[in-house]
């Protein structure tokens, strides 16, 4: 029978130290954010992205089969990371990189983005006392609760008595 993870929702502070990770535990970033037309446009404009389906409506309207403008993958990736940072990499020392990620539905003005992080692994990083490194699968829902993207990563951080 498959073990069920404990699930953590923390009202306040900012990230966690190694010891605090445990492989299994699932942790609910709280709050969501609501993908704003203008958070999008901006974010799009700032990173150059100038690809119809994600900036005209009217194209997205007559020559997609979503028929409305589709929020860039890039957006909902660092939307999740923002999301997860007060609870999982708020004390991180480095992302040691992204190993994937996953589109599975599309998000779209006006839908809320919760997130939720899971620890795969912890590793003690014996050549850099006072270091562990987690393995966190990110996954992003809309409000209605489907999956709309994953993404695997790992941290470096601080062990609580090297601090």
């Not at 940072?85 to 992302?95: K, L, M, N, P």
Request: aromatic residues 8%; charged residues 25%.
């Amino acid at each position: 029978m498959a073990r069920r993870p404990k699930i953590h929702q923390r009202a306040m502070g900012f990230g966690r130290y190694f010891e605090e990770f445990e492989v299994g535990e699932v942790y609910r970033h709280w709050p969501g954010k609501t993908v704003t037309e203008y958070d999008h446009h901006l974010f799009s404009l700032l990173t150059m992205v100038r690809h119809p389906l994600h900036i005209d409506a009217h194209h997205a309207r007559t020559a997609t089969r979503h028929q409305q403008p589709l929020v860039i993958g890039s957006y909902v990736f660092s939307l999740l990371l923002g999301l997860s940072e007060s609870d999982v990499a708020g004390r991180a020392i480095t992302h040691c990189g992204v190993e994937k990620v996953e589109h599975h539905q599309p998000v779209f003005h006006g839908d809320t983005l919760y997130a939720e992080s899971e620890v795969l692994t912890t590793t003690d990083i014996p050549e850099r006392e006072g270091r562990g490194q987690v393995a966190l699968e990110t996954r992003g829902r809309n409000q209605h609760g489907t999956l709309v993207m994953t993404l695997r990563r790992e941290l470096v951080v601080p062990k609580r008595r090297a601090v």
